[in-house]
């Protein structure tokens, strides 16, 4: 089967532009989460998609930050407008339901922003 | 709350040498412990799960882990390193909540192993 995909790898944006980032589960993964890595330090949890519907987004920063998934299918990353501090590593992962122990991750979207 | 440390920014080996990549939690129950890899320009990879049983936990690519609830550790190792584990190792801990929703995960700050011929 396919793994997680994202969109783009990789972008380069400036300071108060908005950027919105894709990520493609594996089909038939109800769950995705979106996780953070900034440069050098741990990844950090963002929030968690259950089909449609968000059911922790305790991760997320701020209010710049939006995160949708519509149909349950792909899931999208806004980020409006961005700041310098958003600069990282944006990871997607995906899980079927009731296989609790198995996180499969993407390649990872890194973004900077000058 | 919960937390993983990972104490070394970098573990240098050479090629045929044993490796340990370490990892200290801290949970309020029972810790879930993970550990993924990342290749350069690549997602992360899972290694190896310790959920409950055995201690020593066998993993992909001739990996291990140890688990020790005494000293709230997670080592990760390998008896005869390669090249090409070279990557970034990352310990993670699920988060636990009593409701048992959600199964994020908590990850360390991530170790850079070297491997050298």
């Known amino acids: 089967e396919a793994g997680v995909t994202q969109f783009p790898s990789h972008s380069v944006i400036e300071k108060g532009q908005t950027v919105t980032l894709r990520c493609d589960p594996i089909?038939?993964?109800?769950?995705l989460y979106w996780y953070r890595r900034v440069m050098g330090k741990e990844i950090k949890f963002l929030l968690h998609?259950?089909?449609?519907?968000?059911?922790?987004e305790s991760g997320m920063p701020n209010n710049r930050f939006l995160a949708e998934r519509t149909g349950g299918t792909y899931s999208t990353l806004k980020v409006q407008p961005a700041e310098l501090e958003d600069s990282g590593v944006y990871f997607c992962?995906?899980?079927?339901?009731?296989?609790?122990?198995?996180?499969?991750f993407g390649p990872g979207t890194r973004l900077t922003v000058t | 709350a919960q937390s993983v440390a990972q104490p070394e920014d970098q573990v240098n080996v050479a090629e045929g040498n044993p490796l340990t990549v370490k990892c200290t939690y801290s949970?309020?129950?029972?810790?879930?412990l993970f550990w993924y890899v990342q290749y350069p320009n690549r997602g992360l990879q899972f290694l190896l799960k310790y959920i409950t049983g055995d201690n020593l936990v066998k993993g992909s690519y001739g990996f291990e882990a140890e688990f020790n609830k005494s000293q709230t550790s997670f080592h990760l190792k390998k008896p005869s390193a390669l090249v090409s584990d070279s990557a970034l190792y990352f310990c993670a801990v699920r988060d636990w909540k009593l409701t048992g929703g959600g199964n994020k995960l908590t990850f360390g700050t991530g170790t850079q192993l070297k491997v050298e011929l």
């Open positions: 992962a995906s899980r079927r339901t009731g296989r609790v122990y198995e996180q499969y």
């Open positions: 089909s038939g993964h109800d769950n």
């Open positions: 998609f259950v089909k449609e519907s968000k059911q922790d």
């Open positions: 949970v309020s129950g029972n810790p879930y």
